[in-house]
Nanobody, 125 residues
Framework: QVQLVESGGGLVQPGGSLKLSCAVSGHTNNRYAGAWFRQAPGKEREFVAVIDRSNYLRYADSVKGRFTISRDNVKNMVSLQMNNLNPEDTAVYYC???????????????????WGQGTQVTVSS
């Protein structure tokens, strides 16, 4: 059974940085898509970034150039470096996992079978 544990959320001022990490256990190889989604109060869960099974990266337009997703194959971890944060980035951030997802579904939360518990990111002065 795959388990995901996120860490690294918190309160940061506008323009600041945070790094989120997602520890993946229960999967025996690195051939999986690891993604980050976020959900703000009263809004639907939205795609943020994904690293697919071929290590190809995709980003939401709203975070492109500010966020960087990466995978550490030794630690079996997917991370999200977030720079130049603004209040609109405030949300609960979730990591997601799939070893079978097809490319056309990478930005769709319904394509992921496993989710972390979420970590709160608040950007405020």
């Amino acid at each position: 059974q795959v388990q995901l544990v996120e860490s690294g959320g918190g309160l940061v001022q506008p323009g600041g940085s945070l790094k989120l990490s997602c520890a993946v256990s229960g999967h025996t190889n690195n051939r999986y898509a690891g993604a980050w989604f976020r959900q703000a109060p009263g809004k639907e869960r939205e795609f943020v970034a994904v690293i697919d099974r071929s290590n190809y990266l995709r980003y939401a337009d709203s975070v492109k150039g500010r966020f960087t997703i990466s995978r550490d194959n030794v630690k079996n971890m997917v991370s999200l470096q977030m720079n130049n944060l603004n209040p609109e980035d405030t949300a609960v951030y979730y990591c997601a996992f799939s070893s079978t997802i097809i490319t056309s579904n990478l930005r769709n939360p319904n394509g992921y079978a496993y989710w972390g518990q979420g970590t709160q990111v608040t950007v405020s002065s």
